[in-house]
């Protein structure tokens, strides 16, 4: 069974850069698109982004200017680092599995995710 | 895409059925239409996938439904462990969510 955890500080100070990884156990990264969403306290999710196995990228136009994922097969993980935060950035974060390896599909395995606060 | 979920919250008996809105402000193509459920403390599951198709070990008590701007969730015959979060995705454009409905099983 596929497991995905995420690592990385939960608290970020503004300006600065917020960088998240995320490990694939029980199954390989290879063969898959993987995305980031977030949940800003008391909000909807959004997503942020995704890279595919080869490196391909596709961000959420809103986050483009700042954002930047990429993976590392060689360690089954998926990283995700976004530049210039603000109290705005401040939410839980998870990262998922696309079903399919396409770039926009339904997300068959999540993390349990994690909350990244933005405060100095 | 907006996705706007309605109700807010609901709370039924066990062994009623649930019926959740998802609507769109533009048109959905049916093959882009998921549907999740997130108990407390946990990861998102995903329910349904392409409006109407269930997930690998999802009960049929769970069903999708509709087309173009209007979807629903149905679940039939409520358990207790029915109570969580049930969120809609459209995976048609850019990935968008809709804000969730609150299940809770009395």
């Known amino acids: 069974q596929v497991h995905l955890q995420e690592s990385g500080p939960g608290l970020v100070k503004p300006s600065e850069t917020l960088s998240l990884s995320c490990t694939v156990s029980g199954g390989s990264i290879s063969g898959y698109y993987w995305s980031w969403a977030r949940q800003p306290p008391g909000k909807g999710l959004e997503w942020i982004g995704c890279?595919?196995?080869?490196?391909?990228?596709n961000y959420n136009p809103s986050l483009k200017t700042r954002l930047t994922i990429s993976v590392d097969t060689s360690i089954n993980q998926f990283s995700l680092d976004l530049s210039s935060v603000t109290a705005a950035d401040t939410a839980v974060y998870y990262c998922a599995r696309h079903r399919i390896p396409v770039t926009h599909d339904a997300f068959d395995v999540w993390s349990q995710g994690t909350m990244v606060n933005v405060s100095s | 895409i907006v996705l706007t979920q309605s109700p807010d919250s609901l709370s039924l008996s066990p062994g009623e059925r649930a019926t959740l809105s998802c609507r769109a402000s533009?048109?959905?193509?049916?093959?882009?239409l998921a549907w999740y459920q997130q108990r407390p403390g946990q990861a998102p599951r995903l329910l349904i996938y392409?409006?109407?198709s269930r997930a690998t070990g999802i009960p049929d008590r769970f069903s999708g439904s509709g087309s173009g701007t209007d979807f629903t969730l149905t679940i039939n015959r409520l358990e207790p462990e029915d109570s969580a979060l049930y969120f809609c995705q459209q995976y048609g454009g850019s990935l968008t969510f809709g804000g969730g409905t609150k299940v809770e099983i009395k």
């Open positions: 890279v595919s196995y080869r490196g391909t990228t």
């Open positions: 392409g409006a109407t």
């Open positions: 533009h048109s959905v193509s049916t093959t882009y």
